[in-house]
């Protein structure tokens, strides 16, 4: 979570971080995601009781704005376990 001088950032604060990206859609919803309804009247009815989305979203954008690549996972090692049965 992004931390002002004082502490933690409430959720207002972040979004009026998140404001102008938001304002300037620089942010891409699936136009075909069953959740993308939801997710704008959610942001649309911000401070409201149900924020879980926009709460993530905002946690989200203040990550990538910190550290804007994520590298990608590590090769997993791949096996195969021969288990030979005496009889």
Do not use: C
Request: charged fraction near 25%; hydrophobic fraction near 40%.
């Amino acid at each position: 979570m992004a931390e002002s001088r004082s502490g933690p950032q409430s959720k207002a604060a972040r979004f009026n971080d998140r404001l102008p990206k938001i304002r300037y859609k620089k942010i891409y919803l699936p136009e075909f995601a069953i959740w993308r309804e939801a997710s704008i009247a959610e942001v649309v009815a911000f401070p409201g009781e149900f924020d879980d989305q926009f709460n993530a979203m905002t946690q989200y954008l203040d990550f990538m704005d910190a550290n804007p690549t994520i590298p990608p996972p590590q090769p997993r090692a791949i096996g195969v376990v021969v288990v030979a049965r005496r009889h």
